[in-house]
């Protein structure tokens, strides 16, 4: 099993959807999670960083982590189509031989049409 | 600030040919990684240096190899290029710990045929 895990899509909504994406991991003892955003031939540049479990709002972004599923979510309120990119999950390594380095999900692809 | 830089930004190989994939920071990060992006499989580490000095391998190393020339350089190589290489290269670098944010350059194609 992958560390982490997630649908690729595509995901196509209209503007000003609520959109939810998200991941599955592997491991119950994971706590650092991020999620990237990657514009078409770019880079991947960090959104979102959560620790734990619970809730991060920033803006129209809002990650969350479910522990006890092991699932962690990134929801964008009142999508724009400049939110059209490929979003990616990731776990931070937190100890020994993993420290720093990050796993990250498939990726999935986001398209907002107006 | 120019961030992370990476050279080239395309590049086409026949099997067999080596070429070396150059990286540089200018963000005062000690750790740097190398990480291929294919279709469906998400970014994928092949080598990181946690600091100057030090390298070590990540999730696909095969058929690489890499070099931390300094504080800044940390560069990729390919001895013998095969079609399995064909991806899209990222350089990264970071500053842990802390949030331990990743900042990624721009990217190499690589295509072997």
């Known amino acids: 099993q992958k560390e982490v895990e997630q649908d690729p899509g595509p995901l196509s909504v209209p503007e000003g959807a609520i959109v939810s994406l998200n991941c599955t991991y592997s491991?119950?003892?994971?706590?650092?999670f991020m999620w990237y955003r990657q514009y078409s031939r770019k880079g991947p540049e960090l959104l979102m960083y959560?620790?734990?479990?619970g809730n991060k709002e920033d803006g129209r972004f809002t990650a969350q982590v479910d522990k006890s599923s092991k699932y962690i979510s990134l929801f964008i309120r009142d999508s724009q189509p400049s939110d059209s990119a490929t979003y990616l999950c990731?776990?931070?390594?937190?100890?020994?031989?993993?420290?720093?380095?990050?796993?990250f999900g498939q990726g999935t692809i986001l398209t907002v049409h107006p | 600030n120019a961030g992370v830089t990476q050279t080239p930004k395309f590049q086409v190989l026949k099997t067999g040919q080596s070429m070396t994939l150059q990286c540089a920071q200018d963000?005062?990060?000690?750790?740097m990684y190398w990480y291929r992006q294919d279709p469906g499989m998400g970014l994928r580490l092949i080598y990181y240096?946690?600091?100057?000095?030090?390298?070590d391998k990540g999730e696909v190393p095969n058929g690489y190899n890499v070099s931390r020339l300094n504080k800044r350089e940390f560069s990729l190589r390919l001895e013998s290029a095969a079609p399995s290489q064909t991806s899209v290269y990222f350089c990264?670098?970071?500053?842990?710990?802390?949030?331990?944010?990743?900042?990624f350059g721009p990217g190499t194609r690589l295509t072997v045929l």
């Open positions: 963000m005062n990060h000690n750790s």
């Open positions: 990731a776990h931070k390594g937190a100890g020994g031989t993993s420290y720093g380095k990050l796993t």
């Open positions: 240096s946690a600091s100057e000095g030090t390298t």
């Open positions: 990264a670098s970071s500053n842990p710990p802390g949030t331990d944010t990743q900042y």
């Open positions: 959560t620790y734990s479990s």
């Open positions: 491991n119950s003892a994971f706590q650092y």
